[in-house]
């Protein structure tokens, strides 16, 4: 029986299921770095220029997977890309304790991104199709597959103290924690096996696949992206703004003298946020067609994204996580809605991977830019100063995004 005559209930828990995609990709493969970066600056000596680096080149890679996710889709179906996806980044986030020189470590942090790209799209496509099984909660279902990222935020804030605490006296104690994700992210990998099985049933076989394609290319025009570049173009300075902060707060709570637990609280916090997200903006997503609901994620992702730089005051930095966690992986839901709610079905693989594809040019950019001011007279303050007058810019121009005809 396909997923079309399977009742909400059903779809609700295929869409938590494969929420573990993103808490792989992003949550884990991406953000975890985020608390590992304090500790390997201070034993290798890394300028915050090179730190940043290490997102990037994380970012370039999911770039590379971007642009193949499109041709390994219709080769492989989304599904079983999404499975080993997930199993490659399992063996890119252990390689990552192997090593101590730069180079390979960049090498490492670029191959998991092309991994966590083909991990994000194809769940990123498959929760799109389940909220067409069930429109009436297509924000909803697709809000649930974006907020697994904050349970691998979570389980990361969570993790790695511990780990590193653990491996305490030993060389190169972040090895450990690196090892213990991949270890995460093979679990993941295991609980992606159900809702990856349930879904593939759901997908054409190739050849029928490439013929609705072919057929469907004759009935429509290209997708068309220019009429799309106002929210294209604020969605990759996006990308620009929020990685300088996901990248860098945990090393400026430290600068500011916030303790471990308290990070360690900040940093769960703003993981469950990320969960809550789901319910919290369901209903901007289903209503709005054009870029109003990325425009405003965006302000409300600047506000947060500066509060730190401002003060070290701990209720306000405790209120940036919290608003921070709430906004930032609906920004990556909008533009999933907007595909949903403006291209027709066989065009939203198309849509959804030019969008990841200008995301991943803005977060490119972002942490070595961030990081070069940082190292600057300004120190991370001024940097995120920038990442979020780079976010109230992306919202300035989505705002001007209209529904496509």
């Known amino acids: 029986m396909h997923s079309t005559h399977r009742p909400i209930g059903f779809l609700l828990w295929l869409a938590l299921a494969l929420s573990v995609g993103a808490a792989v990709s992003l949550g884990v493969t991406r953000f975890a770095y985020g608390l590992l970066l304090p500790v390997m600056r201070e034993d290798l000596g890394w300028s915050y220029t090179l730190a940043g680096a290490m997102n990037t080149a994380n970012a370039a890679g999911y770039l590379l997977g971007a642009l193949a996710t499109p041709a390994l889709m219709r080769r492989w179906g989304a599904a079983r890309l999404l ?3 997930a199993l490659l980044a399992s063996v890119f986030m252990a390689a990552s304790g192997f090593f101590t020189a730069a180079a390979p470590l960049l090498a490492q942090r670029l191959l998991a ?13 498959l929760a799109a199709r389940l909220g067409a099984r069930a429109p009436a909660h297509g924000g909803l279902l697709l809000g649930l597959y974006y907020g697994g990222t904050g349970w691998g935020i979570t389980a990361s804030a969570l993790g790695v103290p511990a780990l590193l605490h653990a491996a305490r006296g030993a060389p190169h104690a972040w090895a450990w924690a690196w090892w213990g994700l991949a270890l995460a992210c093979v679990l993941g990998t295991a609980a992606l096996w159900w809702p990856a099985r349930v879904l593939q049933k759901d997908e054409l076989p190739a050849p029928a696949s490439q013929a609705l394609e072919a057929d469907s290319a004759h009935k429509s025009k290209r997708t ?3 009429a799309m570049w106002p929210a ?3 969605y990759a300075l996006f990308g620009v703004g929020y990685i300088g902060y996901m990248t860098f707060v945990i090393a400026l709570l430290r600068e500011q003298g916030v303790g471990a637990g308290a990070i360690t609280t900040f940093y769960a916090l703003l993981g469950l946020a990320v969960v809550a997200s789901a319910r919290i903006w369901a ?10 609901a990325l425009a405003l994620l965006n302000a409300l992702l600047g506000v947060a994204t500066i509060l730190p ?12 996580g919290l608003l921070f966690g709430a906004v930032f992986l609906s920004v990556v839901a909008s533009t999933t809605a907007f595909v949903r709610h403006n291209l027709p079905a066989h065009e939203w693989a198309a849509g959804i991977s030019a969008f990841t594809i200008i995301f991943a040019a803005g977060q490119i950019v972002g942490p070595t830019v961030v990081g070069w001011i940082a190292d600057g007279p300004g120190g991370l303050a001024r940097g ?3 990442s979020a007058a780079a976010l109230w810019l992306g919202a300035l121009l989505a705002w001007r995004q209209k529904p496509l005809a």
Request: hydrophobic content about 55%; overall charge positive.
């Open 83 to 85: 499975l080993g996806g």
């Open 113 to 125: 991104g092309v991994a966590s790209a083909f991990v994000f799209i194809a769940g990123g496509l």
């Open 224 to 226: 068309p992206l220019r």
């Open 232 to 234: 294209m173009t604020g």
């Open 283 to 292: 209903g901007l997503l289903d209503r709005a067609r054009g870029g109003g």
């Open 309 to 320: 730089a401002l003060t070290g005051a701990w209720p306000v930095v405790l209120a940036s």
């Open 384 to 386: 995120l100063v920038v």
